[in-house]
Nanobody, 125 residues
Framework: QLQASGGGLVQAGGSLRLSCAASGRTFSSYATATGWFRQAPGKEREFVAAIRWSGGRIVYADSVKGRFTVYRDNAKITVYLQMNSLKPEDTAVYYC??????????????????WGQGTLVTVSS
């Protein structure tokens, strides 16, 4: 129900745009927020950014503020993650997720019920 795409190999300082397309009941009848998370080899999954569908409130991890932008296309039921000024430490598998997190738990992966398959982002130095 969630399809993430757009990953690839890019040099440090480059840009990529990830897409998270939803189908079915995920967004229209259930989810109140879409989040992006990432997991690097040997590390735990960490929060990147999230956007709430009602009101459009956006939250970013400190590590990506000023470099990443999350936005949505309501008509396409798609959420995007524009990643600029990429660094080698951004290398990870990126996942999009949808759920109903309370505002204070927007960055908590356990509060998201639906997950995409992940897309690999590799940033070379």
């Amino acid at each position: 129900q969630l399809q993430a795409s757009g990953g690839g190999l890019v040099q440090a300082g480059g840009s990529l745009r990830l897409s998270c397309a939803a189908s079915g009941r995920t967004f229209s009848s259930y989810a109140t927020a879409t989040g992006w998370f990432r997991q690097a080899p040997g590390k735990e999954r960490e929060f990147v950014a999230a956007i709430r569908w009602s009101g459009g409130r956006i939250v970013y991890a400190d590590s990506v503020k000023g470099r990443f932008t999350v936005y949505r296309d309501n008509a396409k039921i798609t959420v995007y993650l524009q990643m600029n000024s990429l660094k080698p430490e951004d290398t990870a598998v990126y996942y999009c997720a949808a759920g109903r997190p309370i505002l204070s738990a927007t960055a908590t992966p356990q509060t998201y019920n639906f997950w995409g398959q992940g897309t690999l982002v590799t940033v070379s130095s």
